[in-house]
């Protein structure tokens, strides 16, 4: 996999950016590296972000204990890590798909709880949860290592991208194009595809461009749209016009590589509303939406004031989103253990108003048990359950555990690339 150019800044909350780390020799396809005769090996040593990978270690005693750890550094060369007790099976071998831990980071079956589970040392937690890639960085590395008793047996070290070969990226900016955010398009001379118009909640700024690489990476060309918070935009989540949002979607329907007929809006919580909305009134040009701990009304401003958004100039009031004119299909993912709204019960909402209306398009609420409001998007990137300020020393609790949500993040995020690849071939 090709080096990819700039992935910039996330300003989303709570998902831990992991970069650093010096690489070593990678050849592709079954890789093996170690020292000795104990090797690590790896079915995709450079593969998307989103991607589990294989690793299995091989070389060791029958029944050997084994310390299998990963180790990644953030933006400012915090050093994360988990770590995993292991017994080799009769054969020396060790499969991290198929082996629970007997101690460790995370507990039982799950081929990426190494990767997921990684934290910060202490003394970082207060300021780990506001993630910023450096500028120029389009994947992180992780780190694994194998030991046994307590002597460094193998070393690998893994490439996690978050753009395909040949996808790329251009800023948008309110001077040059309007809107603010990034758009992130698949190789050119493709077949036109599903498009995504993605962005997040009441964090601000541009919080889905990871998302949005990844999609892209997967053939969908996708924009990942700021609406306050930047510069040339409301400073807060106060009367954003939807005029503004549908300008977003034009431009991207606009692109050569999009299937003007199929794009889809994805809001993550307040994001969900403007999703919702836009599906209801500009059903002509957003055909559907993906929702994430979405809401099934129109709340008031945010942190204050009465209206969040507003239509032909004229606020859009507070109370249910209607659904009636939605011509596409809906996926609400959420939480059951959300903390910060109850998103569980307005995706059993959403779905049942269109059961009642008897909508002919697709539409699924999926509740994970364990997860809360952070329960999307792309998976297997360490994040924890609360956000914490450095200046105020106060935490949020989001709900959910880590294990939850990591599970949920992974499963959720199948759904939606199921539900693109079901419209490509529509």
Not at 96 to 121: C, H, I, K, N
Not at 243 to 254: H, N
Not at 268 to 288: F, W
Not at 339 to 354: E, M, T
Request: proline share 8%; net charge negative; glycine share 10%.
């Amino acid at each position: 996999m090709a080096r990819s150019r700039s992935v910039r800044t996330w300003a989303a909350a709570v998902v831990l950016a992991l970069a650093g780390v010096t690489v070593s020799g990678c050849t592709g396809g079954h890789d093996r590296a170690g020292s000795g005769a104990v090797a690590i090996e790896v079915d995709q040593p450079e593969a998307l972000a989103d991607q589990a990978v294989r690793v299995r270690i091989t070389g060791l005693a029958p029944r050997a204990e084994v310390t299998v750890t990963t180790q990644a550094s953030d933006y400012r060369a915090n050093s994360w890590q988990a770590h995993a007790a292991f017994v080799a099976d009769p054969q020396g071998a060790i499969d991290l798909a198929t082996t629970a831990p007997r101690s460790g980071s995370y507990q039982g079956v799950d081929g990426m709880g190494l990767f997921w589970s990684m934290e910060p040392p202490a003394d970082a937690a207060a300021t780990a949860f506001v993630p910023k890639f450096p500028q120029l960085q389009g994947y992180y590395q992780v780190r694994l290592a194998v030991e046994t008793g307590g002597r460094q047996q193998a070393v690998r070290v893994l490439e996690r991208h978050w753009l395909a070969d040949g996808v790329t990226a251009r800023e948008l900016t309110p001077a040059k194009d309007g809107i603010a955010g990034e758009l992130f398009l698949p190789p050119s001379g493709t077949a036109r595809r599903p498009a995504v118009l993605a962005f997040g909640g009441s964090e601000g700024g541009t919080g889905q461009n990871f998302t949005a690489a990844l999609l892209a990476s997967h053939g969908y060309p996708t924009l990942a749209l700021g609406y306050f918070g930047l510069p040339g935009l409301p400073s807060t989540l106060q009367d954003v016009p939807l005029e503004y949002f549908a300008d977003a979607a034009r431009l991207l329907a606009a692109q050569p590589e999009v299937d003007p007929a199929q794009l889809l809006a994805l809001g993550y919580s307040r994001g969900s509303e403007a999703a919702l909305l836009l599906a209801e009134d500009y059903p002509a040009l957003v055909h559907g939406a993906v929702v994430y701990a979405p809401s099934a009304q129109v709340n008031p401003g945010f942190p204050s004031g009465p209206t969040a958004w507003t239509l032909h100039g004229r606020p859009v009031p507070t109370g249910t989103i209607p659904l009636d004119k939605l011509d596409g299909p809906l996926l609400a993912i959420a939480g059951a253990d959300d903390r910060i709204w109850p998103s569980a019960n307005w995706a059993g909402q959403l779905v049942k108003a269109l059961d009642l209306a008897q909508n002919p398009h697709p539409h699924q609420a999926i509740v994970y048990p364990d997860a809360g409001h952070l329960v999307g998007t792309f998976p297997y990137l360490a994040a924890d359950t609360t956000l914490g300020s450095a200046a105020s020393k106060r935490t949020t609790n989001f709900g959910g555990t880590r294990a939850g949500n990591a599970a949920a993040q992974a499963a959720g995020w199948a759904q939606v690339l199921t539900l693109l690849s079901g419209l490509r071939s529509s």
